[in-house]
């Protein structure tokens, strides 16, 4: 007798409608340290600079933590390596069910993130993306996991953060390249 709980998996390819449900409709949503690692990015009518970044730029990553508050900045760039699009993505481990905390064994350790970009105007796929983040950024985030965890939530400080738009916050911050 087959299990009931056996999980389903689904292939996906560029060009097919999601099957998911939308995260958001325009914007990014870091949905980590779960079964999914998912950054996901919905914008309606994506132009080709766009899916060209989304699918081969080179990805720049900011991480901005204050008073146990996180904020991801994705920059994504063109293939000489100027800015396209700018995203923020807030991340709050204290709200994630099971959440699943990422051991760093030593300095190759890198935390992977599937990317999927969907146009919400049509639900298709543009881009499907692998990438890691480099060793320092792994530690700083799963750091500021832990001390997420033991804190209760304050909304101002990502109230201050979200009255910038993300171009700008991201020249507030380091900037880590991404990997495959």
């Known amino acids: 007798m087959e299990s009931e709980n056996k999980k389903k998996f689904v292939t996906l390819s560029v060009g097919s409608p999601y099957p998911f449900n939308n995260i958001v409709r325009e914007g990014a949503a870091a949905n980590f340290l779960n079964d999914a690692n998912l950054l996901f990015i919905g914008l309606p009518n994506m132009d080709r600079a766009e899916v060209v970044a989304f699918k081969k730029g080179d990805l720049k990553c900011g991480l901005l933590v204050k008073n146990n508050t996180i904020l991801f900045l994705w920059q994504f760039c063109d293939k000489k390596g100027r800015p396209v699009i700018t995203m ?77 738009q993300p171009v700008e916050l991201i020249k507030t911050t380091k900037n880590y390249d991404m990997g495959t």
């Open 88 to 164: 923020d993505t807030p991340f709050d481990a204290r709200i994630i069910p099971d959440i699943k905390l990422y051991d760093v064994m030593n300095t190759d350790t890198r935390y992977a993130i599937e990317i999927h970009c969907v146009d919400t105007a049509t639900n298709k796929i543009k881009a499907l993306r692998h990438i890691t983040m480099p060793y320092e950024l792994t530690v700083a985030f799963m750091s500021a996991v832990q001390d997420q965890l033991t804190t209760k939530a304050d909304p101002k400080q990502l109230n201050i953060w979200m009255q910038q």
